[in-house]
């Protein structure tokens, strides 16, 4: 009988975060003041970053430990399957062995957890008890009110306003999970009134202004390797099947037929 999903035993989920800044040659420049055009200190990024994360998004360790609270959490949803995509191998009619990782599994729908959770957990560490996010379609609005609600924290989301409009479901999950939503540009923020800037800038002012914590879910390191749990969860799971995914190719999972054939030329294994 074929195998057709393979899930990693929770004993053997990752214990660690890669973080992948440490093998790189030419690692990313530091982000700049806006107000000095200098790169941005410790301190100036504490303002409105938990202290931990920044930490992190400073450093070159190749490993980061995983705190025993937040892999608790990630239990609630984790190990997530890893699926042979047996249909999508005849439709390309490839030898390749097609992996796909299914995050849908998680409590809100998506992936995000896997960040939201340890962003809230060092914010939490920290004492911070008030939080602000954006978020665009809801997904990581859900993903941070999840996380939010098991530490206590108080949470504000600013949802672009087309998707606040379009996709209530989402505004009524974070709402279950305790957070107030708004629509940005919204009336609670100077930059909202304004109504020309878009719902990060909306979020981060009003972290800024009312001495609340911000999180985010892409542009710093710490997103890749929180949220890349995942890939290192594939290797092992690779080796369990005798899949060798010890080298593989990400591929999107919105990738058209013709874009899998081209990327299945001469590939034993795709992921």
Same mark, same amino acid.
């Given at each position: 009988?074929?195998?057709?999903?393979?899930?990693?035993?929770?004993?053997?989920?990752?214990?660690?975060?890669?973080?992948?800044?440490?093998?790189?040659?030419?690692?990313?420049?530091?982000?700049? =003041?806006?107000?000095?055009?200098?790169?941005?200190?410790?301190?100036?990024?504490?303002?409105?970053?938990?202290?931990?994360?920044?930490?992190?998004?400073?450093?070159?360790?190749?490993?980061?430990?995983?705190?025993?609270?937040?892999?608790?959490?990630?239990?609630?949803?984790?190990?997530?399957?890893?699926?042979?995509?047996?249909?999508?191998?005849?439709?390309?009619?490839?030898?390749?062995?097609?992996?796909?990782?299914?995050? /849908?599994?998680?409590?809100?729908?998506?992936?995000?957890?896997?960040?939201?959770?340890?962003?809230?957990?060092?914010?939490?560490?920290?004492?911070?008890?008030?939080?602000?996010?954006?978020?665009?379609?809801?997904?990581?609005?859900?993903?941070?009110?999840?996380?939010?609600?098991?530490?206590?924290?108080? !949470?504000?989301?600013?949802?672009?306003?087309?998707?606040?409009?379009?996709?209530?479901?989402?505004?009524? @999950? @974070?709402? &279950?999970?305790?957070?107030?939503?708004?629509? /940005?540009?919204?009336?609670? &923020?100077?930059?909202?009134?304004?109504?020309?800037?878009?719902?990060?800038?909306? /979020?981060?002012?009003?972290?800024?202004?009312?001495?609340?914590?911000? !999180? &985010?879910?892409?542009?710093?390191?710490?997103?890749?390797?929180?949220?890349?749990?995942?890939?290192?969860?594939?290797?092992?799971?690779?080796?369990?099947?005798?899949?060798?995914?010890?080298?593989?190719?990400?591929?999107?999972?919105?990738?058209?037929?013709?874009?899998?054939? =081209?990327?299945?030329?001469?590939? =034993?294994?795709?992921?």
């Amino acid at each position: 009988m074929k195998t057709k999903k393979i899930i990693l035993p929770e004993s053997q989920m990752p214990t660690q975060w890669y973080n992948i800044v440490s093998d790189m040659k030419n690692r990313p420049l530091p982000p700049l =003041n806006p107000a000095t055009k200098e790169p941005v200190t410790l301190e100036q990024m504490s303002a409105i970053f938990a202290e931990e994360l920044m930490k992190q998004e400073m450093s070159t360790e190749r490993y980061i430990d995983i705190p025993e609270e937040v892999q608790d959490l990630y239990k609630i949803y984790r190990s997530t399957p890893l699926v042979r995509a047996y249909g999508l191998e005849k439709a390309l009619d490839t030898p390749a062995k097609i992996y796909f990782k299914n995050e /849908s599994v998680s409590p809100v729908g998506s992936h995000k957890t896997n960040t939201a959770i340890p962003q809230a957990y060092y914010n939490y560490k920290q004492g911070i008890r008030h939080l602000t996010t954006e978020t665009g379609a809801g997904q990581w609005g859900a993903a941070m009110s999840m996380a939010t609600q098991h530490f206590g924290i108080d !949470l504000k989301v600013f949802m672009v306003k087309v998707s606040y409009n379009q996709k209530p479901y989402r505004k009524l @999950m @974070m709402n &279950t999970w305790g957070a107030d939503v708004y629509a /940005s540009p919204s009336e609670i &923020t100077a930059a909202g009134r304004a109504a020309y800037l878009n719902g990060l800038k909306d /979020s981060v002012f009003n972290a800024s202004a009312y001495v609340e914590y911000y !999180l &985010t879910q892409s542009r710093a390191h710490w997103n890749l390797y929180e949220a890349g749990v995942l890939y290192i969860a594939c290797q092992s799971e690779g080796l369990s099947a005798g899949a060798g995914l010890g080298a593989y190719a990400a591929i999107p999972c919105r990738a058209a037929l013709d874009d899998w054939r =081209n990327v299945c030329k001469g590939l =034993n294994v795709v992921q």
